[in-house]
């Protein structure tokens, strides 16, 4: 099993930023389709962005240039720089993972397959944007 743990969540105005980190064990990302997920305070649960294997990014278009996924193989870590964030962002993030094709599937359809869980996820980092 992938252990996953978020971080970087936070308090923050409109038009704030924040950056989240995901840490993963034992096995490599790279492996990975990795993905970052919202879920709203009455529990709506969003794909925000994901990064393939192979570095490809994708995005929800609600967050297109302004959220970057990134990942360092290195340390093992998924990112997820936030910037401009909006109160309706409001939510708890969480990190997820999936050794199949869920984010070649997104490439392909320019959607989200779904909003259901991965295979892999961590316990969430609580993001609040305030008006």
């Known amino acids: 099993q992938l252990q996953l743990a978020e971080s970087g969540g936070g308090s923050v105005q409109a038009g704030g930023s924040l950056r989240l980190s995901c840490v993963a064990s034992?096995?490599?990302?790279?492996?990975?389709?990795m993905a970052w997920f919202r879920q709203s305070p009455d529990n709506e649960r969003e794909a925000v962005m994901a990064?393939?294997?192979?570095?490809?990014?994708i995005s929800a278009f609600s967050v297109k240039n302004r959220f970057t996924a990134s990942k360092d193989n290195d340390k093992n870590t998924l990112y997820l720089e936030m910037n401009n964030l909006r109160p309706g962002e409001t939510g708890t993030y969480f990190c997820?993972?999936?050794?199949?094709?869920?984010?070649?599937?997104?490439?392909?359809?320019?959607?989200?397959?779904?909003?259901?869980?991965?295979?892999?996820w961590g316990s969430g980092t609580l993001v609040t944007v305030a008006s």
């Open positions: 990064i393939d294997a192979d570095g490809a990014t």
């Open positions: 034992p096995y490599p990302i790279r492996n990975f389709c």
């Open positions: 997820e993972a999936t050794a199949g094709s869920w984010c070649a599937k997104w490439l392909l359809w320019g959607h989200a397959p779904g909003s259901e869980t991965l295979d892999h």
